[in-house]
């Protein structure tokens, strides 16, 4: 049973840096890709980052492309989302996923999730 708990968030002025974590457990995690969303009030939940486990690949949706870094720590099954020079309409759910196929892309790719966690950005 793959369990996803996500940790950090919060709340930060504008211009400012959040980290949110993601730790995985319930097996290794080889082959799969794991992503962050974010659902604001009234808005699709969607798509922020992905990093696939085994080589390290990274993406990002352009509108948080040379803010937020995605990265994982294999030692410790964890994933991690560092956003800088946030903005308010980064304010939202954030949420961390885990597709086993390896896949990027929209959230119904990805089977297990965690219990998201809010970033509010303050202007």
């Known amino acids: 049973q793959v369990q996803l708990v996500q940790s950090g968030g919060g709340l930060v002025q504008v211009g400012g840096s959040l980290r949110v974590s993601c730790a995985a457990s319930?097996?290794?995690?080889?082959?799969?890709?794991m992503g962050w969303f974010r659902q604001a009030p009234g808005k699709q939940r969607e798509f922020v980052s992905a990093?696939?486990?085994?080589?390290?690949?990274?993406y990002y949706a352009d509108s948080v492309k040379g803010r937020f870094t995605i990265s994982r720590d294999k030692a410790k099954n964890t994933v991690y989302l560092q956003m800088n020079s946030l903005k308010p309409e980064d304010t939202a759910v954030y949420y961390c996923a885990a597709d086993p196929l390896g896949r990027v892309g929209a959230p119904y790719l990805y089977a297990y999730w965690g219990q998201g966690t809010q970033v509010t950005v303050s202007s």
């Open positions: 319930g097996r290794t995690f080889e082959g799969y890709a």
């Open positions: 990093i696939v486990w085994s080589g390290g690949n990274t």
